[in-house]
Nanobody, 123 residues
């Protein structure tokens, strides 16, 4: 299984970015997907997750109302739309896939990880 994240960059506070994660190697539509992030000197933390169908989503409190996770099963791609970005959102963002069709929020539930994409929000 390969996960390729893209879309990171430098943006001013209040701006927006859209991350994408293209998956290959297994039946994408059978599995949930998630996004995590890791800031310098901090643990990798959960950001958002989406079920296999896209019918269920879940967010960390810190991004709720600002970030939206979605997926296109025809394109084997999951997205993270990030609006109203804050400097504290600066991190490397990782997409990941668990061995489950349903939402997972713990790192240990995820088996496959992408390479990460850097998001930097300037104040």
């Amino acid at each position: 299984v390969q996960l390729q994240a893209s879309g990171g960059g430098l943006v001013q506070a209040g701006g927006s970015l859209r991350l994408s994660c293209a998956a290959s190697g297994r039946t994408f539509s059978s599995y949930a997907m998630g996004w995590f992030r890791q800031a310098p000197g901090k643990e990798r933390e959960f950001v958002a997750a989406i079920s296999w169908s896209g019918g269920s989503t879940y967010y960390a409190d810190s991004v709720k109302g600002r970030f939206t996770i979605s997926r296109d099963n025809a394109k084997n791609t999951v997205y993270l739309q990030m609006n109203s970005l804050k400097p504290e959102d600066t991190a490397v963002y990782y997409c990941a896939s668990p061995q489950s069709s349903f939402i997972a929020t713990l790192r240990e539930e995820y088996d496959y990880w992408g390479q990460g994409t850097q998001v930097t929000v300037s104040s």
